[in-house]
């Protein structure tokens, strides 16, 4: 971890436009009462890291039915009722 990397909480609060447009090099390592708390990712790397790559489908027998009723549910659900990410 690099000092440039580190950053308070103060800091964060009082520079906040700065630190986000640094993200795009490295991350921000957020530090409270001079020990670290948290990492402040770009949107970029969070989705690299924790994007599902693979669906997993269960089996039936498997799946409760109270999840099942709530699939049946969501399919039903208007399109423009949902929120494209």
């Known amino acids: 971890m690099l000092k440039e990397q580190c950053v308070s909480v103060t800091e964060l609060r009082t520079k906040t436009k700065e630190c986000l447009d640094e993200l795009e090099d490295r991350p921000k390592y957020i530090f409270v009462n001079n020990q670290p708390v948290a990492v402040l990712i770009s949107i970029e790397r969070y989705e690299q890291l924790f994007q599902p790559t693979d669906l997993l489908e269960l089996p039936e027998k498997e799946v409760s039915q109270q ?7 969501a399919v039903s659900i208007p399109k ?6």
């Open 67 to 73: 999840l099942a009723r709530r699939a049946r549910e």
């Open 80 to 85: 423009h009722q949902l929120v494209d990410l």
